[in-house]
Nanobody
């Protein structure tokens, strides 16, 4: 089992920045690729960004490229999502997730956190 706890969400004005953090415990963190997902009520959960187990490769969805950066610190069992130039359409609940799958560009992650709300006002 892997336990994931997100933090750092909040209310921010459009154009502002937030940094989400996800702390992992349980199994060996460096065995897992990590992803950040978001979901707004009535919409499908979307993979926003993902990072390989060693941080050597990353993925981000087109709508956040150039604005969001995913990173991880295996020594701290943590993964981060730096969000800048936020837009109202980024408003959603953001979830941290872990997978042992080689292909981490997928919706089917193995472990999930409870999420943290990000609200961007216009």
């Amino acid at each position: 089992q892997v336990q994931l706890v997100e933090s750092g969400g909040g209310l921010v004005q459009a154009g502002g920045s937030l940094r989400l953090s996800c702390a992992a415990s349980g199994r060996t963190f460096s065995n897992y690729a990590m992803g950040w997902f978001r979901q707004d009520p009535g919409k499908e959960r979307e993979l926003v960004a993902a990072i390989s187990w060693n941080g050597a490769s990353t993925y981000s969805v087109d709508s956040v490229k150039g604005r969001f950066t995913i990173s991880r610190d295996n020594a701290k069992n943590s993964v981060y999502l730096e969000m800048s130039r936020l837009k109202p359409e980024d408003t959603a609940r953001y979830y941290c997730a872990a997978t042992r799958k080689t292909n981490y560009i997928t919706k089917n992650y193995d472990y999930w956190g409870q999420g943290t709300q990000v609200t961007v006002s216009s």
